[in-house]
């Protein structure tokens, strides 16, 4: 619910600050890639230039998919073929592996429900910068 709730008011945000319905759209989308590859969607956040790195906190998408991930993996053993035998390898390993910390959920939501009141709260500023018309 945090993440629609966060991806709306987003969506809000750049959709006030334009006149043209397809430029809306077209600057929303932009947005959602630019989110997706500073989140670990499209590329990993090592691949990442330090001096840019920071960006990773503003996206929705980091906040989003590691909540989700820790959510499920978290408490469950998978089958691993390690040399032939089978092996069970804890969820909490496999989410390290990945860069995901199990403690970090609730910071997860934390930043969701942060980037909600942020753009949200940039929305109405823009909405009252507009000149009305007499």
Same mark, same amino acid.
């Given at each position: 619910?945090?993440?629609?709730?966060?991806?709306?008011?987003?969506?809000?945000?750049?959709?006030?600050?334009?006149? !043209?319905? *397809? #430029?809306?759209?077209?600057?929303?989308?932009?947005?959602?890639? /630019?989110?997706?590859?500073?989140?670990?969607? @499209?590329?990993?956040?090592?691949?990442?230039?330090?001096?840019?790195?920071?960006?990773?906190?503003?996206?929705?998408?980091?906040?989003?998919?590691?909540?989700?991930?820790?959510?499920? !993996?978290? *408490? #469950?053993?998978?089958?691993?073929?390690?040399?032939?035998?089978? /092996?069970?390898?804890?969820?909490?390993?496999? @989410?390290?592996?990945?860069?995901?910390?199990?403690?970090?959920?609730?910071?997860?939501?934390?930043?969701?429900?942060?980037?909600?009141?942020?753009?949200?709260?940039?929305?109405?500023?823009?909405?009252? #910068?507009?000149?009305?018309?007499?």
């Amino acid at each position: 619910m945090l993440v629609a709730i966060a991806a709306s008011s987003s969506a809000f945000w750049v959709s006030a600050g334009v006149t !043209v319905a *397809g #430029l809306a759209n077209l600057l929303v989308a932009l947005t959602y890639v /630019v989110q997706m590859l500073f989140g670990g969607v @499209l590329l990993t956040l090592d691949t990442i230039p330090v001096w840019i790195r920071w960006l990773q906190y503003v996206s929705l998408f980091r906040y989003s998919i590691e909540a989700i991930v820790v959510n499920e !993996v978290d *408490g #469950l053993y998978f089958n691993q073929t390690i040399n032939g035998s089978s /092996v069970l390898v804890p969820g909490s390993e496999l @989410l390290s592996f990945q860069g995901y910390k199990t403690s970090w959920l609730w910071y997860d939501m934390i930043g969701l429900g942060g980037l909600a009141v942020l753009f949200l709260t940039l929305t109405y500023i823009t909405l009252r #910068l507009i000149k009305k018309e007499k």
